[in-house]
């Protein structure tokens, strides 16, 4: 994430890693103030042994894309609301790539952190069967919670 301020967004991403069983490391690395780190992070991100990353920033949201043009790793970008244009300035930074360097986009705040370490888990399920059993297993158990009546 580009900030420790977005945490409070992108720690809902690493809650569901971790219920999903899924080895995961959290970063702060800003594409604007530590440019430097970046480039050290996502140029050795594969060889360290990462399969997916999730890249979480706001406002003039330059984190996934350019973590993107550096890994050949699939990236996923979670808009966090920003105050002024409430993420959407996050968000259209974030989905806005030009053909070539891809990112795929989730929702801005809570439900893109959540999606984006669910769509993290299915990437990685497709060839590891036991995670696969774990995310279908989390989606009947989401399908046994929804309530049939409001009230
Ligand atoms: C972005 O600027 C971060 O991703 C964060 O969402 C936003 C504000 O950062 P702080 O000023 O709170 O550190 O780079």
Known sequence: MGSRS???????????????GI????????AHRTPE????YARTAR????RVVIAGAGG?????GMA???TPLPVLGVPVESH???GMDSLLSIAQMPAGIPVGTLAIGRAG????GLLAAAILAVSDPALAGRLDNYRRRQSESVAETPA
């Open 60 to 64: 003039a949201a330059h984190l996934p």
């Open 6 to 20: 977005d945490w409070e967004t992108m720690r809902h991403a690493s809650d569901v890693l971790t219920e999903l």
């Open 23 to 30: 080895a995961h490391e959290t970063r702060v690395v800003s």
């Open 113 to 116: 952190a959540v999606n984006a």
């Open 37 to 40: 780190r970046l480039y050290d």
């Open 84 to 86: 002024a244009l409430k």
């Open 47 to 50: 060889d360290r042994g990462l």
């Open 68 to 70: 993107a043009a550096m």
